[in-house]
């Protein structure tokens, strides 16, 4: 799949560190060190130079060295602060070890020992940096759910295995279900368990203080929570279409499932995307039309003009009407 914003602005803030400090690194280098192409650590760069502080006047800029570029070598002659290590305030430590605490409590008896642990420490480091201040935060999410089914819940997540719940709905119907549990979830002041009900067929919602009882079982879950994964992944053998678009359509890259980004220097891009309904991509190059340079293969666009024309011509002509 394409790179998508937040890889490459890790990347990026990871090379001005990199950077920071060296006399110069050869491209070919850099690239090594990051896993990319000399070409995208080039397009980083032009990226980078144009980057800053507020004020985005030149002193505001993050600059390198023209001449080294020249002859294949990075040398960074201005960070403008990005290097630094990030520093909270007072106020900023306590909401991001609330958060934390939260997190820790919502998932935690479901992360394995290793994710677990390092949710742990962090939690303890910040509160350990922060000080009086991290104790007066006491976050306790509210599960309305009888002890034991949360103690089964829990249980079940922690060790992957599926559950067997006698619940009521909210026409008082009293049903028995086998669910494979994927999370614990709160929200509009209730909790949840949410999971593969295989009664229904498909995902569920179990409010957790309408269960009645529950009972893990020695079966390890058979639908994983992957399959909760809302995003739209095109089958291998769909068609591939590549668009070109102008760069006031970036967004396309970034919300659509497509399978490269090509770059060109006058700003332009092509994305390159399986398509399952002819339907859906007509909708999607109406959407894009004012941006769309080219498309391959040509008939995808022949079809959405004529498409266009189409409910064009379904409203008549008005100037011919009364």
């Known amino acids: 799949m394409a790179e998508r914003t937040p890889e490459r602005l890790v990347r990026l803030l990871g090379l001005v560190a990199y950077l920071d400090g060296r006399t110069g690194v050869p ?24 980057t800053g502080t507020p004020g985005y006047l030149p002193d505001d800029l993050i600059d390198f060295d023209a001449d080294s570029l020249e002859s294949g ?33 919502s998932v935690g008896p479901s992360l394995d020992a290793a994710d677990a642990g390092v949710l742990q420490s962090t939690i303890e480091l910040l509160t350990a940096a922060t000080g009086s201040a991290a104790a007066t935060v006491d976050v306790q999410l509210t599960v309305d759910g009888a002890p034991e089914v949360l103690a089964a ?3 079940a997540l922690r060790e992957g295995r599926r559950m067997h719940l006698r619940y009521v709905d909210a026409a008082d119907r009293t049903s028995e279900r086998d669910v494979d549990p994927w999370q614990l979830v709160t929200g509009d002041e209730r909790s949840y368990l949410s999971g593969w009900c295989h009664s229904a067929g498909g995902e569920r919602l179990f409010r957790l203080d ?28 769909d068609p591939l279409v590549t668009i070109t678009l102008s760069g006031r359509a970036r967004w396309a ?21 399986r398509v399952t309904s002819p339907a859906w991509l007509q909708q999607l190059l109406l959407r894009l039309a004012p941006s769309i340079r080219r498309v391959d293969p040509p008939d ?22 009364g």
């Open 300 to 321: 995808a666009a022949l079809d959405t003009a004529a498409a266009a024309a189409r409910a064009l011509a379904a409203y008549g002509n008005p100037a011919s009407e």
């Open 73 to 105: 070598v990075v040398r960074i002659t201005q960070v403008r602060g990005m290097a630094r290590a990030l520093r909270l305030g007072t106020r900023e430590a306590v909401a991001l070890v609330a958060a934390l605490r939260a997190l820790a409590e």
């Open 27 to 50: 491209v070919d280098e850099v690239a090594r060190h990051f896993g990319v192409t000399p070409a995208q650590v080039l397009r980083d760069i032009d990226t980078l130079w144009v």
């Open 210 to 237: 309408r269960i009645l009882a529950a009972r893990v079982l020695d079966v390890p879950v058979g639908v994983p929570a992957a399959r909760a994964d809302p995003v739209f992944r095109p089958a291998e053998d």
């Open 253 to 273: 890259a970034e919300q659509l499932p497509v399978e490269s980004i090509v770059e060109h220097e006058d700003g332009s891009f092509d994305v390159s995307l």
């Open 153 to 155: 819940a829990r249980t």
